[in-house]
């Protein structure tokens, strides 16, 4: 079945850091990746996706590219925020037919930046 | 409504009893999904509706769990003689068409706690 890990955290960085969380992923055919993001008392919200091999998403000054080579899509930001701590979850949707109608999520990276 | 509304947001209940889970979606979604996340870990799929039908409903763990979406708006979450296993907190998403690569709104969510 499909799959999604993930690093585990927490991630603790000083702010204007560079970020790198790392995500893996199993899928049969080629699945559209998504990041998602929970702020603390926020419910979910996308951060930016990709559909198809090579490509990147990119927003807030995150950025993640679609590697089919590898199964990763790691997300990256190079100078980050105390604002920016949060939970980042790494997720896939099976668009294969075949799969299931939901996404698949890693566990999750709770990433804190101090000031 | 401006987003995906769950209520309530907190909800004890006893061991064996039954309980409701509401999700009011965003206005003019068609597709509806209810996810599970327990601690320390990612949402896990559970059901997927367009309009008023489950279209997907591969995730629910076992017959304990049902849902219905009657005019394809308001979902309640139905969970029948519940067990302390069934404690996490229940997500709702929509989106404006679904499944696969549109993004998914979600909700705060409801922690459900059977003690």
């Known amino acids: 079945g499909n799959s999604v890990t993930q690093m585990e955290g927490p991630v603790t960085l000083s702010e204007e850091a560079f970020l790198t969380i790392n995500c893996t992923y199993t899928a049969t055919g080629y699945p559209s990746l998504f990041w998602y993001v929970q702020y603390p008392g926020e419910g979910l919200q996308l951060l930016l996706k990709?559909?198809?091999?090579?490509d990147k998403g990119s927003n807030k000054g995150f950025e993640a590219t679609y590697r089919k080579e590898t199964t990763s899509f790691h997300l990256e930001k190079g100078s980050v925020q105390v604002s920016d701590s949060a939970v980042y979850f790494c997720?896939?949707?099976?668009?294969?037919?075949?799969?299931?109608?939901?996404?698949?999520f890693g566990k999750g990276t709770h990433l804190i930046i101090q000031p | 409504g401006a987003g995906v509304s769950q209520t309530p947001s907190n909800k004890v209940t006893e061991k064996g009893k039954y309980v409701e889970l509401r999700c009011d979606p965003i206005?003019?979604?068609?597709?509806l999904y209810w996810y599970r996340q327990s601690l320390g870990q990612g949402p896990e799929f559970l059901i997927y509706?367009?309009?008023?039908?489950?279209?997907?409903d591969s995730g629910l763990p076992n017959d304990r769990f049902f849902a219905v979406r009657p005019e394809g708006s308001v979902s309640t979450l139905k969970i029948q003689r519940t067990e302390r296993g069934d404690s996490a907190v229940y997500l709702c998403?929509?989106?404006?068409?679904?499944?696969?690569?549109?993004?998914?709104?979600f909700g705060q969510g409801t922690r459900l706690t059977v003690v």
């Open positions: 998403a929509s989106s404006l068409i679904g499944p696969k690569n549109t993004e998914a709104f």
């Open positions: 206005s003019g979604h068609t597709a």
């Open positions: 997720a896939l949707s099976d668009d294969s037919g075949g799969g299931a109608d939901g996404l698949t």
């Open positions: 509706f367009q309009g008023t039908g489950a279209a997907d």
């Open positions: 990709a559909t198809k091999a090579d």
